[in-house]
């Protein structure tokens, strides 16, 4: 039987979450974190309160070791992590008690599949450990960071996890857009790749023989058209869109990427 997307990339986190990130990944993390992290600047830009109001919930989907939960957290009154990988979870949950969030539902994180099937509030949801309904629904923040490109569907997914908020609720996206030469950090490296015809060659070979190639679905990611279709096939509006100013570089394709942070609200 063929592995899912969901079993392969379950098997591929596990393998990488012992180690330590690399530090193309950690800058990586510093790069999504330098927004995010800026409570205040991104509070309006997604057009959230910046101060919790109370029982201000966020479900942080496949959240790996909690980068984003702990950016975002001083924002919320409580945070869900949920992943496929049992081994990320450990990290996340390890994190959570360094931070001091012990308390029910402050930094939770579950194991479960929230996209393979879809969501109804009957109690079939299942998470390990088991989580009764009421904390797996009517979010005000869904974010999954780093992640869509590797969903087999990602409209699919987005409209799941859209099923989750609350009405009125933000569907919050970081991930790789291709390059379109919008950026003057596009550009120039536009030009570094046309003085160089051997190098494109040379990524995209790399690109095909990585070793979590077979993990991902969309390894250009997704244009701004394409998010704003996918947000409104989710049932969402009002999409931001934002760019990262540098291009992050990721050493083992000797490529560089463009990153992006998205946001749009669930409608009424």
């Not at 933000?170 to 003085?195: H, M, N």
């Not at 250009?220 to 570089?249: H, I, T, V």
């Amino acid at each position: 039987m063929t592995a899912t997307f969901a079993e392969e990339n379950a098997k591929h986190f596990d393998k990488v979450a012992p180690g330590d990130w690399p530090q193309w990944v950690l800058d990586l993390h510093q790069q999504i974190l330098s927004f995010l992290a800026s409570s205040d600047e991104f509070a309006a830009w997604a057009g959230l309160p910046p101060a919790p109001p109370a029982g201000r919930r966020m479900l942080d989907y496949a959240c790996g070791d909690g980068l984003i939960t702990r950016a975002l957290r001083p924002l919320f009154t409580s945070a869900l992590g949920v992943d496929v990988s049992g081994a990320m979870l450990d990290k996340y949950r390890a994190k959570a008690s360094q931070l001091g969030y012990v308390g029910p539902q402050q930094m939770v994180g579950v194991r479960g599949d929230f996209i393979s099937s879809e969501p109804d509030r009957t109690g079939t949801t299942v998470t390990e450990p088991q989580l009764p309904e009421s904390e797996i629904w009517d979010f005000d923040l869904v974010v999954i960071s780093m992640a869509l490109h590797h969903l087999e569907e990602p409209d699919v997914a987005l409209r799941r996890l859209a099923a989750r908020l609350k009405a009125g609720g933000k569907l919050l996206v970081v991930d790789w857009t291709p390059l379109d030469g919008s950026t003057l950090a596009q550009r120039k490296y536009q030009e570094e790749l046309r003085k160089d015809p051997g190098r494109v060659e040379r990524i995209a070979e790399a690109l095909q023989t990585h070793a979590a190639r077979h993990t991902i679905s969309k390894p250009n990611g997704f244009p701004a058209d394409e998010m704003r279709e996918l947000y409104a096939q989710a049932g969402c509006k009002n999409m931001q869109w934002k760019l990262a100013e540098e291009l992050s570089y990721i050493p083992v394709l000797d490529a560089k990427a463009q990153l992006y942070w998205s946001v749009a609200t669930k409608a009424v």
